[in-house]
C-alpha cells in the first residue's frame, strides 16, 4: 500500500484503484481511498500513523533508491 509519488513524496495509495488515500473522520486515525472508500490504514492516535508513515516511507526509499 503505496508509492513514490512527485517529487519524492511516499503516499498511500488504493490498491485496487491506485486513487490517493484520504483522511476519514472516525474515532481513530483512518485512511481510506478517496475513490472507492476501501480502508487503507487505521491508528489509535496520530503519533502512531505519523511514526508508521515515516518507517514505511524510509522502506520504500531505501527499496527504490540505489546504493550510492
Ligand atoms: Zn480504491
Do not use: Y
Not at 486515525?29 to 478517496?34: D, T, Y
Amino acid at each position: 500500500m503505496g508509492e513514490v509519488g512527485v517529487g519524492g513524496h511516499v503516499v498511500l495509495a488504493c490498491k485496487e484503484c491506485r486513487a490517493p488515500a484520504q483522511d476519514a473522520k472516525s474515532e481513530r486515525v483512518l485512511k481510506i481511498c478517496s475513490n472507492c472508500g476501501m480502508p487503507l490504514g487505521e491508528w489509535a492516535t496520530e503519533a502512531e500513523r505519523d511514526t508508521e508513515l515515516r518507517d514505511f516511507e524510509e522502506r520504500v526509499k531505501q527499496h527504490s533508491t540505489p546504493p550510492l
